[in-house]
Nanobody, 117 residues
Framework: QLQASGGGLVQTGGSLRLSCAASGSISTIGAMRWYRQAPGEQRELVAIVTSGGTANYADSVQGRFTISRDNAKNTVYLQMNSLKREDTAVYYC?????????????WGQGTQVTVSS
């Protein structure tokens, strides 16, 4: 399973760091991602990091957010800087995980990020 943490309330221009840790019977973790969903909006992909560490970002967060992973800890991070009100959303992590010889796509429970002016 995936457990996300680190959300909270922050002022415009501030920073937050989200974490998402995978646990259980894990052989390998492939790509890890962060999504977000604002009220009344569809869930959107924010950032992805491959098993080799290659990262890609949505245009809306490019240059402000940084995704990284610690393979030893089975954890993915999202460092969010220069936060804007439009970054307010529930943030979800997911990952492709090999467990018991089967690949599956697992989701974390979501963590609320609220940016106030």
């Amino acid at each position: 399973q995936l457990q996300a943490s680190g959300g909270g309330l922050v002022q415009t221009g501030g920073s937050l760091r989200l974490s998402c840790a995978a646990s259980g019977s894990i052989s390998t973790i492939g790509a890890m991602r962060w999504y977000r969903q604002a009220p009344g909006e569809q869930r959107e992909l924010v950032a992805i990091v491959t098993s080799g560490g290659t990262a890609n970002y949505a245009d809306s967060v490019q240059g402000r957010f940084t995704i990284s992973r610690d393979n030893a800890k089975n954890t993915v991070y999202l460092q969010m800087n220069s936060l804007k009100r439009e970054d307010t959303a529930v943030y979800y992590c997911n990952a492709n995980i090999l467990s018991a010889s089967n690949w599956g796509l697992y989701w974390g429970q979501g963590t609320q990020v609220t940016v106030s002016s």
